[in-house]
């Protein structure tokens, strides 16, 4: 069985956890897209610093869901291609992530999708300051720089803080690469307990 053959499977076939929240939140989805390569990297997003919310931050590329989008699958493909320009004939989704919801209270459903190797990004201006792509390999070893600590529904989860460059990885979207190391290469990284050292929010 290929890598790809693996990850399909293992993606497919996922349950992932309910949101365990109360009430109502406006939806989002994101896009957290796989090359198909011998080596599989991860494309990410750096936010233009000038946005109102998540400037400066490192996400997926995804946003809101539109009145007009039948399901958030058409949400995470609709504003990949407005963000990066990633066309949506070219992905391949295979299933979601956990739902996690935002410190601006909005539940955002990750969905897991391969794309080609080579892709030529065309990042919008107004949303997106670079779009690149960091090996999944890379996140196996888990080189965190830190742990930062996340409070949500009386629950305590301690996330990693990834450096790759100049960019860091860590919140919700460092959440997201946890769940899906853990679900593609059994990495067992944990969330649920304090390690030894961690960063207090602040």
């Known amino acids: 069985m290929t890598m790809q ?6 993606v497919r076939n996922y349950s992932p956890r309910p949101l365990d929240a109360g009430g109502r939140f406006p939806e989002a989805a994101v ?25 400066g931050e490192v996400a997926f590329p995804g946003g809101r869901r539109d009145p007009e989008d ?14 990066v320009g990633l066309p949506p004939g070219l992905v391949e989704v295979l299933g979601p992530l956990s739902p996690l919801v935002s410190r601006h209270g909005i539940r955002v459903t990750p969905y897991v999708a391969l794309v ?3 892709v030529e990004y ?11 792509s960091v090996p999944l ?3 196996c070893e888990d080189p965190r720089e830190a742990t930062h ?12 803080c990834y450096r790759y460059g100049p960019y860091k990885i860590w919140g ?31």
């Open 5 to 10: 053959e693996d990850l399909l499977r293992r």
């Open 31 to 55: 896009l957290v897209p796989i090359t198909r390569s011998d080596d599989p990297e991860l494309v990410l997003t750096l936010r233009a610093s000038g946005l109102s919310t998540h400037g």
């Open 70 to 83: 039948f399901d958030l699958v058409r949400t995470a493909l609709r504003e990949a291609e407005e963000e």
């Open 116 to 118: 080609p190797d080579g």
């Open 122 to 132: 065309r990042p919008n201006d107004g949303e997106i300051a670079a779009v690149f």
């Open 137 to 139: 390999a890379f996140f």
């Open 149 to 160: 600590r996340i409070d949500h529904e009386g629950h305590s989860y301690y996330v990693p």
């Open 172 to 202: 919700l979207t460092a959440m997201m690469v946890v769940e899906l190391v853990n679900l593609l290469f059994d990495a067992g990284i944990e969330t649920g307990r304090q390690p030894a050292s961690f960063v207090e929010p602040s």
